[in-house]
Nanobody, 130 residues
Framework: VKVVESGGGLVQPGGSLRLSCIASGSSFSVYVMGWYRQAPGKQRELVAAITSDQRTTYADAMKGRFTISRGSAKDTVFLQLTSLKPEDTAVYYC?????????????????????????WGQGTQVTVSV
């Protein structure tokens, strides 16, 4: 499975960006895709995640400013970033995890958590600065 992010860049405070993530090579139709970010000197943290049946979750600091959505194409996810702040500066990573069945996803209480064994992209840099 290959995961590729795009859309990062330099933006002024208060600006917006749209990140894209495309995963290819997976046969699982039940899945979670999402975004984590990592700022210099900090741990990787959840931004938002979405399931194949479009359940979503957000980190509290991103609620109301960021929106995750699925594309019409299979295995495509977008992250709309608005009202960006300097503290949003980070590398944003996309991940994907497949499930054998819908029940397996429903039984996963921590479905938004991401693990090393998930499929990850290389990341896209978002810099918020004047």
């Amino acid at each position: 499975v290959k995961v590729v992010e795009s859309g990062g860049g330099l933006v002024q405070p208060g600006g917006s960006l749209r990140l894209s993530c495309i995963a290819s090579g997976s046969s699982f139709s039940v899945y979670v895709m999402g975004w984590y970010r990592q700022a210099p000197g900090k741990q990787r943290e959840l931004v938002a995640a979405i399931t194949s049946d479009q359940r979503t979750t957000y980190a509290d600091a991103m609620k109301g400013r960021f929106t995750i959505s699925r594309g019409s194409a299979k295995d495509t996810v977008f992250l709309q970033l608005t009202s960006l702040k300097p503290e949003d500066t980070a590398v944003y990573y996309c991940f994907r995890r497949g499930y054998n069945t819908r029940a397996a996803l429903d039984n996963d209480e921590n479905w938004s958590a991401a693990y090393e064994y998930d499929y990850w992209g290389q990341g896209t840099q978002v810099t918020v600065s004047v």
